[in-house]
């Protein structure tokens, strides 16, 4: 079976959010079970020399953007068996960052063009072309409407993938009509139109044949008003197609036993563990003690991500006897709360506000309790890591948070974490007093819930499969 992923960001190559570790390590897995999947980038300006150095040109021609004639190169690399391939245009793709140009739509509709052109090119006849997000949104609806009549087009399915739905590449409808070259009836309120202008992910979402999201819990949620960020009643309409697989994570490069970023290796050592919270605390200029609980914090420092629920109860927070850890940037209101909380509480807040991955490596393993109070979050990987550096996490029941943490029940001695369902500042702070006490007070509890969190898998295998299957069904439907 052949797979070619489309995405706008991998690790290593370019990063700034989870989509870029799920490209980076889900093909990784589907090679292993044996199947041939290819992924295809842009080639930034950002990318490290290393790798640009690393690539071969294969293939050059020009596509037309609307009525401009562009130029397009293909390069490749292997990269842990994986092909990848990223495509050339310094014009488009060779400025700082990845996004947040004035030309967006361009740069992305040149991006998709220049994708499916180039298969006959490369000799790469994929089975299925699995889109992700907004950025390679419009590929399933030029498919149908430019190229599915010709031999080589004419049996590939697609797939897209919601990472955050939130995110939608909306533009003004001259602008679609101009970079596409798609006749009227693709902008009325069933095809294409959104919020009076045209939608890529809109796109993406209608004229691909299966769709999927990155946990079950968020594909139900998406479906509300609430979550639905008004496509919930396309989505409630191609429900049947319509399917939640949870992410993994990476278990070679979040692995506890050989990180080379930790100050001591473990697997279920607890007091292997508390040595990496001793030096962070010494490292980070905190009280060097080992029987305060430290509970960790690394996220982007935006609303989505529950801050605002924080900001509440802060000082509440900050009344126990806790060590807090942050390590992120984003709005800079947030980014100001925690170097002031650092400021008047420097023996219990240190606010790192930068993004440093060894030291988010470093936080993982050294702290007790990772907290995730996300407003909504589609899978999050957060939760994932700290559980895999067997930190417990605190978080609200919302999509792939729902999914992979487990509520602790002293009762029945099930669970991996302690969570919240409404979004409330004050059961938030119930849930951190109670996980606080569970940490200092009965010793067994949490060795129960240590015990819990070794048994789950949080790695690509199962997630890997699931994809395989429904691959197989798309492709037979």
């Known amino acids: 079976m052949k797979v070619l992923f489309v995405a706008s960001e991998a690790v290593p190559f370019a990063k700034t959010g989870g989509l870029a570790d799920v490209i980076g390590s889900l093909p990784k897995e589907l090679t292993r079970q044996d199947l041939d999947v290819r992924v295809i980038l842009p080639k930034y300006g950002d990318i490290p020399e290393t790798y640009r150095q690393a690539m071969t040109s294969v293939v050059t021609f020009d596509v037309y953007v609307g009525w401009r004639k562009q130029y397009i ?41 220049g994708v499916i052109e ?21 590929i399933p609806v030029l498919l ?13 399915k697609t797939i897209t993938t919601i990472h955050n739905l939130k995110y939608q590449g909306v533009f003004s409808q001259p602008l679609m009509k101009d970079l596409f070259g798609l006749s009227d009836d693709h902008f009325s309120g069933l095809a294409l139109e959104l919020h009076g202008g045209a939608s890529f992910l809109k796109g993406g979402l209608l004229y691909a044949d299966r769709i999927t999201t990155v946990s079950q819990t968020y594909a139900e949620e998406i479906q509300t008003p609430y979550y639905g960020e008004y496509l919930d009643s396309l989505l409630r309409h191609r429900r049947d197609q319509l399917t939640g697989i949870v ?43 080992g029987d305060v609980p430290m509970i960790a914090l690394v996220t982007r ?46 023996d219990k807040v ?34 994932l890591i700290a559980l895999r550096y067997r930190s417990v996490p605190i978080v609200r029941e919302t999509g792939g948070l729902k999914d992979t943490v487990e509520p602790y029940n002293e009762f029945a001695g099930e669970g991996t974490g302690f969570t919240f369902s409404n979004y409330n500042a004050h059961d938030m702070l119930h849930t951190i007093r109670r996980a606080v006490f569970f940490y200092k007070n009965d010793h067994e509890a949490w060795l ?30």
């Open 73 to 113: 190169g293909i390069d490749v690399l292997q990269q842990e068996d994986v092909t990848f391939y990223f495509v050339d245009n310094e014009y488009y793709f060779r400025r700082p960052g990845l996004y947040g140009y004035g030309d967006e739509a361009e740069r992305f509709a040149f991006f998709c063009r």
């Open 118 to 138: 180039s298969l006959p090119l490369l000799d790469f006849q994929p089975d299925v072309i699995h889109c992700h997000d907004w950025q390679a949104g419009m």
């Open 144 to 156: 149908k409407a430019h190229y599915s009549h010709l031999p080589f087009f004419s049996r590939i």
């Open 247 to 289: 992410n993994g994570i990476d278990y070679e490069v979040f692995d506890p036993k050989t990180d080379p970023h930790l100050v001591v290796n473990y697997k279920d050592s607890l007091p292997k563990k508390q040595q990496n919270k001793l030096a962070l605390q010494e490292r980070l200029g905190l009280p060097v003690n």
């Open 301 to 346: 420092l935006v609303q989505q991500k529950g801050l605002d629920l924080i900001q509440h109860v802060l000082s509440e927070i900050l009344s126990l006897d806790i060590q807090l850890v942050v390590l992120g940037t984003g709005d800079e209101s947030y980014e100001q709360m925690f170097r002031d909380a650092a400021n008047t509480h420097p």
């Open 350 to 383: 240190s606010a790192q506000i930068t993004f440093n991955e060894s030291l988010a490596h470093q936080i993982y393993a050294a702290s007790d309790l990772f907290l995730m109070p996300s407003h909504f979050e589609p899978c999050g990987i957060g939760q």
């Open 448 to 477: 129960r819930i240590q015990q819990n969190i070794k048994k789950g898998d949080f790695s690509w295998k199962k997630s890997a499969q699931q994809y395989i299957s429904l691959y197989k069904e798309t492709i037979h439907s």
